[in-house]
Each structure stands twice: as C-alpha cells, then as structure tokens.
T-cell receptor, first 115, second 113 residues
C-alpha cells in the first residue's frame, strides 16, 4: 500500500532552535500534503496544506512565518518550525492522498520537545 | 467550513460487548466519512470509510452507518477485544475536497476484561 515516510521521529532541542521535519511519499507522487499538529490527549488539528510547486495554504490561526512549508518536488514536503519554543512542543504528522479525493496516508509523526 | 462533533469522549465497554461512537457534521455537501484508529504514540490508521452513496458499510467486526439527512454517522464495533482499546477519530472533508479532512475530537475506547 501507499507509504508516507516521515523523519525524524523524535526531536529534543533547545528553545530558539529551528527544526525541520521531512515527509516523503515513497511509492506515489503527492501533489498535496497536509500537516497536522496533535497535543497530548487531543485531536489532530490541520495546520496547513502543502502544494507542490506553489505556496502552502495555512489554516486560521497558524503563523506562516513560524511554520515554514516547502513542497519542492512531487515526493517531498518539509515543515520547519522556526525559533521553536516550549509551547511548540507537540506531535507533528503529515499525510498525503494517493490521488485527488482519495483517502489520506499518514506518516509516523514527529514528536518535538523544546527544552 | 466543516465542523465535526464526536461523542462520547470516553467509552468503556466489557470485552465481547459492542461499542458505538457517533459523529455529526455541518456541511451538507460532504460525501466522504473516514474513521481512524490511533494507538498511543502512533499514527492514525484508516479502519473504515463510507461515501454518501451508501447508508452502511461493514468490514468484519466494524461497521459504519451514515444518515445524510440528519448529517450524522456512527462507528459500530461488535465483539470487542482488548486490542480494540485505542482512540478513535471520525473525520469529514472540508472545502469540497475528500482528501482534506477535519477530525472530530476523538473517543478513547477502553475494553474492560
């Protein structure tokens, strides 16, 4: 089946550091990828839609200058948390559909801890 | 945009009994409704989905029902087993895109021995 590979799985870093998370579609081309954030015991909140070759679209309340998204190829999207602070600590997870209007396939997620 | 409400937030059932989780949605144009199971620290996994051209879909012990008129859909798990313990999320599409989905708040299901 379709596979989305996400790295790293776990990051611990100091406040003020920028952290890059990568998501790759391994056996299909993903023109769109979605980025979610999940705080402990809460639901997945959609942060942004990553579009290959164009700007990402962000959900209301998500700072685009804080969460930089790049989708430079059909198989790779990256999310960079810039100048991360403890309140950015969360589980970040990407997903991609194999085609338009098809179910999403999720990466394994990245647990980000900012000290 | 779409708004998805999910109930209950926590559900405990005796092993072997059935569990039912309910969701409502707001956008009458929505036509695709997936259910995901998430175990602690892991990614959500699609367990079943339904499109609006059918009212019910079943896969072994799992079934989903859809009432488009009332804008609600439900997950039914029969003969529950310990491995069914997890958090379950319903979802519905937003912006007329089946792939861009909004999740309910989740139901933590505990299967009691």
């Amino acid at each position: 089946g379709a596979v989305v590979s996400q790295h790293p799985s776990w990051v611990i870093c100091k406040s003020g550091t920028s952290v890059k998370i990568e998501c790759r579609s391994l056996d299909f081309q993903a023109t769109t990828m979605f980025w979610y954030r999940q705080f402990p015991k809460q639901s997945l909140m959609l942060m942004a839609t990553s579009n290959e070759g164009s700007k990402a679209t962000y959900e209301q309340g998500v700072e685009k200058d804080k969460f930089l998204i790049n989708h430079a190829s059909l198989t790779l999207s990256t999310l960079t948390v810039t100048s991360a602070h403890p309140e950015d600590s969360s589980f970040y997870i990407c997903s991609a559909p194999t085609a338009n209007n098809q179910p999403q396939h999720f990466g394994d997620g990245t647990r980000l801890s900012i000290l | 945009g779409e708004n998805v409400e999910q109930h209950p937030s926590t559900l405990s059932v005796q092993e072997g009994d059935s569990a039912v989780i309910k969701c409502t949605y707001s956008d009458s144009a929505s036509n695709y409704f997936p259910w995901y199971k998430q175990e602690l620290g892991k990614r959500p996994q699609l367990i079943i989905d339904i499109r609006s051209n059918v009212g019910e879909k079943k896969d072994q012990r799992i079934a989903v029902t859809l009432n488009k008129t009332a804008k609600h859909f439900s997950l039914h798990i029969t003969e529950t087993q310990p491995e069914d313990s997890a958090v379950y999320f319903c979802a519905a599409p937003t912006m007329n895109r089946d792939d861009k989905i909004i999740f309910g708040k989740g139901t933590r299901l505990h299967i009691l021995p």
